[in-house]
């Protein structure tokens, strides 16, 4: 061996790039935490100015002028950024649980839950996502827009009961109460396998629907149990679960019996593909209508993580969503999982 030569360095190259990466996180969490406090004080500093002095809004347009004069090339100090932060304050100072929270995502993100976001619940449901799954701008955008939450707070599962907690939020996310399949061509008296061939001839269509971290795997998916044929209408893979994901498709009202076959279905599954990294296979039976009550009743015994949601053909929200919403208290006891 020559005598500069030197071997085995590579574990300590690798502990050295984690390190940097961690360091090079760490400062941006930080310099986010510090920019999200500067806009706080100065949201602070502009409301208590304009209560001592009575000014208006149009305080803010000299503001700005000003402080890009002396803060050249700048970004952040525009009439309408500094007239955000002055909001910012005022939406988050009375709230203990949120005003810390709220340091812990980024401005931008900040200001779509703020400005789309009508009570303190449902911000504290888009900050906590976007804090654990690091959702951009964009994709925060677009679950506001789709009305995640109140879909989430909607949606029927028994995934708090079957699944355990680091999959449980995902997995709800996964799960929407309604699915809006207005890309299927379907003649007056549909049956199941019409509406089952046009999900999967318009493929693409239907697994943006289905929320974007779905592929697609096969339909009338044949398993054996035992002498007998089990036949899956869909089945697909959730990349972010890293779980199979069987659909049953109704056309009718949902009935109890189609739990205990999706049962059937998951236990075959689990025991015949799924592969052994793989977290349990889980269950989601699309009906035209459902009876939410009764739906809790047919889940609350399952040992199979399933999920029940309806279909419509067409984009439209129902009037009553609002008025389905569970109470503020159950709201608050449900985002409590996001704390654990």
Same mark, same amino acid.
């Not at 061996?1 to 360095?9: A, D, L, Q, R, S």
């Not at 001592?52 to 002028?65: C, D, F, P, T």
């Not at 008025?323 to 654990?340: D, N, Y």
């Given at each position: ?9 590579e574990p300590l190259v690798d502990d050295l790039k984690e390190l940097i990466h961690k360091k090079q996180y760490q400062v941006i969490k930080l310099i986010n935490s510090e920019t999200i406090n500067l806009y706080w004080e100065i949201g602070e500093e502009i409301y208590r100015q304009q209560q ?14 000003e402080l890009q004069k002396e803060f050249p090339g700048a970004k952040g100090y525009s009439a309408a950024n500094l007239w955000r932060m002055r909001n910012f304050y005022l939406t988050y100072r009375n709230s203990e649980k949120l005003a810390p929270m709220v340091r812990e995502i980024s401005w ?32 925060? *955008? ?21 699944? =355990? ?7 709800? $996310?996964?799960?929407?109460?309604? +699915? ?7 003649? =007056? ?25 779905? *592929? ?14 089990? +036949? ?8 972010? $679960?890293?779980? $199979? ?59 199979? =993580?399933?999920?029940?949601? *309806?279909?419509?053909?067409?984009? *439209?929200? =129902? ?22």
């Open positions: 061996m020559k005598k500069n030569e030197i071997y085995g360095y001592e002095k009575g000014w208006g809004k149009s305080i803010v347009q000299v503001l700005s002028v931008s993100n900040n200001i779509i839950i703020m400005e789309k976001c009508k009570d303190d619940l449902q911000r504290e449901f888009y900050i906590q996502m976007t804090k654990r799954y690091g959702w951009t701008k964009r994709i925060l *955008t677009n679950f506001v827009e789709a009305q995640t939450y109140e879909k989430y707070l909607l949606n029927q599962t028994n995934f708090d009961l079957v699944l =355990p907690v680091e999959q449980r939020v995902q997995a709800k $996310l996964a799960v929407k109460d309604e +699915y809006t399949f207005d890309f299927a061509e379907l003649s =007056p008296e549909y049956s199941e396998h019409e509406l089952e061939m046009q999900l999967v001839n318009n493929i693409r269509a239907f697994l943006i629907e289905m929320g974007g971290d779905y *592929t697609y795997i096969g339909n009338q998916y044949h398993l054996m149990a035992g002498n007998r044929d089990l +036949y899956i209408d869909l089945l697909l893979f959730h990349r972010r $679960l890293r779980s $199979l994901i069987a659909i049953e498709l109704k056309i009718g009202e949902f009935e109890a019996e189609y739990a205990g076959k999706m049962q059937l279905y998951l236990s075959a599954l689990d025991e015949q593909v799924k592969l052994a990294d793989e977290n349990p296979s889980i269950g989601i039976i699309i009906c035209k209508s459902k009876d939410k009550t009764y739906v809790e009743y047919a889940l609350k015994n399952s040992n199979s =993580p399933i999920g029940v949601a *309806t279909y419509k053909l067409r984009n *439209t929200l =129902p009037e009553d969503m609002k008025a389905m919403l569970p109470e503020p208290e159950e709201i608050a006891k449900r985002l409590k999982i996001f704390e654990e």
